[in-house]
């Protein structure tokens, strides 16, 4: 009993220290993140987004929203009219001052078992880790169907959100 009681309080002592040693600003910037809305009955849809990079070689390594039961980083191509898709397991590279772009027709998030529909009007809300600047909370803008994406506006700022 005593000794629950002790680590309960150890918990609580280390948490504060542990956010503290985070970057108060992080050096990555995501925008124009976005999604399209769903018809019903669909259980997938896709996510696209740019982050800039202000700081050293940074790595997408996963990425999770609680509107999915898992969030695949995927790449595409289009052969011939043979489009394919793979899982990409080890991540992406954000490059040193410069940026990864996720679109239409290419890299992209799939979000895989949707608890339901993507609806117009909603945010997606969405988790992304990264290997250097851990995790990243941002909301994808939900565009009509068959859109090809909003203009630039900053799904983060600089700093926002990072644990
Ligand atoms: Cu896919």
Redesign the pocket.
Known sequence: MHRHVLFIALGLAVAPAISRSAPPESSLTVTAAWTRATPPGTRTG?GYLTIENRGPEDRLLSAESPRAGRV?I?G?SNTGGVMK?WPIKDGLVVPKGGQLSLAPGGT?L?LLELDRPIALGEKLPMVLRFEKAGVVEIELQVMPLGSKGPGSQPASRPGAAIR
Do not use: C, I, K, S
Request: charged share 15%; no cysteine; proline share 0%.
């Open positions: 896709a695949e995927h595409m898709m992209h799939m």
